[in-house]
């Protein structure tokens, strides 16, 4: 079935660092990916998108773009802040249904 | 946009007994998912609702976890008889229609002793 795999954490990064968390999904269908993200104490909430191939989404000085040919969608940050400490997760949906989740990764930052 | 919101927030129960939750979507959201998700893993797909029809189903969700939005609008999950395994959060999002971006509750987190 569907699945979605990424890297497995903790990642600990030094304040400026840069980031980088891996996610690969499977290839069936035409997904929509993105990256939800988890501080601290609350919900989920939504940080990008892509809808297709070639695709970057940006949000928050955080990137990832949507490559067809290595099934990926890596999460990319050219320096990191403190209050990035969260747990990452990557997801696809399905013919635009549910979404499948990766197992997250959880980001802590250093000063 | 109030956002999702999902009560109760926290719940601990005996195991056996049946519990209730209940979701609030964003206004004019047809779309309705809930999720589970247990310590330290991504969450699992349960059902969805399109207005007030159920339409589909996760393997994962046993005969005794059912689920309602009977007006299209607030959903509940019932999970009865419950068990230790069932512990875990719960999530609710909601969206515009399909393939439109899911918006996630703070979610309500049971625990079954």
């Known amino acids: 079935g569907d699945s979605v795999t990424q890297m497995e954490g903790p990642v600990t990064l030094s304040e400026e660092a840069f980031l980088t968390i891996n996610c690969t999904y499977t290839?069936?269908?035409?997904?929509?990916l993105f990256w939800y993200v988890q501080y601290p104490g609350e919900g989920l909430q939504l940080l990008l998108k892509?809808?297709?191939?070639?695709d970057k989404g940006s949000n928050k000085g955080f990137e990832a773009t949507y490559r067809k040919e290595t099934t990926s969608f890596h999460l990319e940050k050219g320096s990191v802040q403190v209050s990035d400490s969260a747990v990452y997760f990557c997801a696809r949906d399905n013919a635009g249904n549910m979404l499948t989740f990766g197992g997250g990764t959880r980001l802590m930052v250093k000063p | 946009d109030t956002g999702v919101s999902q009560d109760p927030r926290h719940k601990i129960t005996k195991r056996g007994q049946n519990v209730t939750f209940r979701c609030d979507p964003i206004?004019?959201?047809?779309?309705l998912y809930w999720y589970r998700q247990t310590l330290g893993q991504g969450p699992e797909f349960l059902t969805y609702?399109?207005?007030?029809?159920?339409?589909?189903k996760s393997r994962l969700l046993s005969d005794r976890f059912s689920a309602e939005r009977p007006k299209g609008s607030f959903s509940t999950l019932e999970i009865q008889r419950t068990e230790q395994g069932d512990s875990a959060m719960y999530l609710c999002?909601?969206?515009?229609?399909?393939?439109?971006?899911?918006?996630f509750g703070p979610g309500t987190r049971l625990t079954v002793t």
């Open positions: 206004s004019e959201h047809n779309r």
């Open positions: 892509a809808t297709k191939a070639d």
């Open positions: 290839a069936t269908g035409y997904p929509s």
């Open positions: 609702f399109q207005n007030e029809a159920q339409l589909e």
């Open positions: 999002a909601s969206s515009r229609t399909p393939a439109y971006e899911q918006y």
